[in-house]
């Protein structure tokens, strides 16, 4: 068994990814009602707790992001500090971000099928559009350009939902760390030619990254690579790059104009929008795969990593609480902002209310994604518990009613043992008893049919499905 590391409000798990400022961990919570839930918690690494304007940074990140409610934007709680640490608890997605499913295509030497890529970048580019054109509680726009639209922050789940995260070198109103003039930050593989420039940004150079994405997922290589980062940089300013047909000939050419629009040069020539990039993505998939859906995207990823999905449930079982669980949350820093960018409160707890300190399997867990309804349930969350409703529920064995559609009224079919048979009668030599002339029948009353129910016909009377488990015992 493994034992958890609580931090805040959460129990953390696996640790899931590592960078230079930060690293992200699976972590366990729960809500009022004592549901378990997972969330990822980005814990910052203790040499830059000291510095103030990374500090400032991170609480920009969270702010902006939780100000944010798009069902293709992940979502963040809050950005705290407790047991001396940092760290900001924001949505988990039960998946693979886009640069570990290129890693996969790369090592299978096979470019992601183009609708996919569509569908993935457009679902992108309506996140964008929603930070793009958010407002603040007065209406007032807060002007945000995220300046690091990248593979590895576009996050696909097992059921096909696609996140944009990581909003920490975002640009907005409400950000109090100024970029000077001719500071580069982002990553340059993704950066637009102006933000290589150290110009002055607007939303259209995220349309630049991720026209930089829809090229890398139609090739399974960036357009901008060189040696060393000074030369990247000059390939990224001149906005030079291979045409797509060379490399892969069986990319349609509609998603490569798609591709070179967002990829051009000169902002005015380029998409004005991300919701013009939408637009036109969703028209060519209308066309390329008509019926599309995100379960095919979703089946897709499941089958490209079906042996790490078993190997991340079997690690889940593993762990279990502390022995001392703290009722130390520590200090929410958007909160103590107080202004009225702060978001509402946290809805976790580190401990459910009368259950034991044992970390429940994964198929328990609820993944705490996009809550539009305020009931702690995402359409990842939900369709999982629908499928493990339907699996349980026998069908065959549940009490029916057959609706006779003539009369409009429901006859009971219940599932109570037929009547015994009466033994047979003994037979004698006598002569049998003569047969009964048969019943006159009247004009008056013509005698109703009883339903023949030994054809198909009974399988197109509208029928009624019973619960049985919400019925008391001894109740048919």
Same mark, same amino acid.
């Given at each position: 068994?493994?034992?958890?590391?609580?931090?805040?409000?959460?129990?953390?798990?696996?640790?899931?990814?590592?960078?230079?400022?930060?690293?992200?961990?699976?972590?366990?919570?729960?809500?009022?009602?004592?549901?378990?839930?997972?969330?990822?918690?980005?814990?910052?690494?203790?040499?830059?707790?000291?510095?103030?304007?990374?500090?400032?940074?991170?609480?920009?990140?969270?702010?902006?992001?939780?100000?944010?409610?798009?069902?293709?934007?992940?979502?963040?709680?809050?950005?705290?500090?407790?047991?001396?640490?940092?760290?900001?608890?924001?949505?988990?997605?039960?998946?693979?971000?886009?640069?570990?499913?290129?890693?996969?295509?790369?090592?299978?030497?096979?470019?992601?099928?183009?609708?996919?890529?569509?569908?993935?970048?457009?679902?992108?580019?309506?996140?964008?559009?929603?930070?793009?054109?958010?407002?603040?509680?007065?209406?007032?726009?807060?002007?945000?350009?995220?300046?690091?639209?990248?593979?590895?922050?576009?996050?696909?789940?097992?059921?096909?939902?696609?996140?944009?995260?990581?909003?920490?070198?975002?640009?907005?109103?409400?950000?109090?760390?100024?970029?000077?003039?001719?500071?580069?930050?982002?990553?340059?593989?993704?950066?637009?030619?102006?933000?290589?420039?150290?110009?002055?940004?607007?939303?259209?150079?995220?349309?630049?990254?991720?026209?930089?994405?829809?090229?890398?997922?139609?090739?399974?290589?960036?357009?901008?690579?060189?040696?060393?980062?000074?030369?990247?940089?000059?390939?990224?300013?001149?906005?030079?790059?291979?045409?797509?047909?060379?490399?892969?000939?069986?990319?349609?050419?509609?998603?490569?104009?798609?591709?070179?629009?967002?990829?051009?040069?000169?902002?005015?020539?380029?998409?004005?929008?991300?919701?013009?990039?939408?637009?036109?993505?969703?028209?060519?998939?209308?066309?390329?795969?008509?019926?599309?859906?995100?379960?095919?995207?979703?089946?897709?990823?499941?089958?490209?990593?079906?042996?790490?999905?078993?190997?991340?449930?079997?690690?889940?079982?593993?762990?279990?609480?502390?022995?001392?669980?703290?009722?130390?949350?520590?200090?929410?820093?958007?909160?103590?902002?107080?202004?009225?960018?702060?978001?509402?409160?946290?809805?976790?707890?580190?401990?459910?209310?009368?259950?034991?300190?044992?970390?429940?399997?994964?198929?328990?867990?609820?993944?705490?994604?996009?809550?539009?309804?305020?009931?702690?349930?995402?359409?990842?969350?939900?369709?999982?518990?629908?499928?493990?409703?339907?699996?349980?529920?026998?069908?065959?064995?549940?009490?029916?009613?057959?609706?006779?559609?003539?009369?409009?009224?429901?006859? $009971?079919? *219940? +599932? @109570? =043992? !037929?009547? /015994? #048979? &009466? %033994?047979?009668? $003994?037979? *004698? +030599? @006598? =002569? !049998?008893? /003569? #047969? &009964? %002339?048969?019943?006159?029948? *009247?004009?008056?009353? !013509?005698?109703?049919?009883? %339903?023949?129910?030994?054809?198909?016909?009974?399988?197109?009377?509208?029928?009624?499905?019973?619960?049985?488990?919400?019925?008391?015992?001894?109740?048919?």
């Amino acid at each position: 068994m493994r034992r958890a590391q609580q931090l805040g409000r959460y129990h953390l798990l696996d640790r899931i990814a590592f960078g230079g400022m930060a690293e992200i961990y699976r972590a366990k919570t729960f809500d009022g009602q004592g549901h378990p839930h997972l969330v990822a918690v980005k814990r910052v690494l203790a040499h830059l707790a000291e510095d103030d304007d990374f500090i400032q940074m991170l609480v920009d990140e969270a702010k902006i992001a939780s100000l944010l409610r798009h069902v293709n934007i992940a979502r963040v709680y809050e950005f705290a500090r407790a047991h001396g640490e940092y760290f900001i608890a924001m949505e988990h997605v039960d998946g693979k971000d886009t640069r570990t499913i290129l890693e996969r295509c790369r090592q299978k030497k096979k470019p992601m099928p183009p609708e996919h890529a569509a569908y993935i970048t457009a679902e992108v580019a309506s996140a964008l559009h929603a930070a793009h054109t958010a407002l603040d509680s007065k209406r007032r726009p807060l002007r945000i350009v995220h300046r690091d639209v990248s593979p590895s922050n576009i996050i696909i789940s097992y059921t096909g939902e696609v996140k944009l995260c990581d909003f920490g070198i975002a640009k907005a109103t409400l950000s109090k760390v100024n970029t000077k003039t001719g500071v580069i930050k982002g990553k340059v593989k993704y950066m637009s030619p102006e933000q290589a420039l150290g110009r002055k940004l607007d939303h259209r150079s995220d349309v630049f990254s991720l026209g930089s994405c829809l090229y890398e997922m139609l090739t399974r290589v960036p357009p901008f690579t060189a040696s060393n980062e000074m030369d990247l940089l000059i390939k990224v300013r001149d906005a030079k790059y291979r045409p797509i047909a060379d490399l892969v000939p069986s990319t349609p050419p509609e998603i490569e104009a798609i591709a070179d629009r967002c990829l051009t040069r000169s902002r005015a020539q380029r998409y004005q929008t991300a919701a013009e990039v939408e637009t036109d993505l969703r028209a060519f998939l209308r066309r390329y795969v008509p019926n599309y859906s995100r379960s095919h995207l979703g089946r897709y990823v499941r089958k490209a990593f079906a042996a790490e999905i078993e190997r991340e449930l079997r690690m889940l079982e593993e762990y279990v609480l502390d022995d001392q669980v703290s009722d130390d949350v520590g200090e929410n820093l958007i909160a103590r902002e107080g202004d009225e960018a702060a978001p509402m409160a946290v809805p976790f707890q580190p401990r459910p209310a009368g259950t034991s300190d044992v970390i429940m399997p994964d198929s328990q867990l609820t993944s705490s994604a996009e809550d539009t309804d305020g009931d702690g349930e995402n359409s990842t969350t939900a369709e999982r518990r629908q499928m493990r409703a339907e699996a349980a529920f026998d069908l065959h064995g549940a009490q029916t009613m057959i609706i006779d559609p003539a009369r409009h009224q429901a006859r $009971p079919r *219940t +599932q @109570s =043992a !037929p009547p /015994p #048979v &009466p %033994p047979p009668r $003994p037979r *004698t +030599q @006598s =002569a !049998p008893p /003569p #047969v &009964p %002339p048969p019943r006159a029948r *009247t004009r008056t009353q !013509p005698p109703r049919p009883a %339903p023949d129910f030994g054809n198909d016909d009974i399988h197109r009377e509208d029928t009624m499905i019973l619960d049985r488990g919400r019925f008391r015992p001894g109740r048919g």
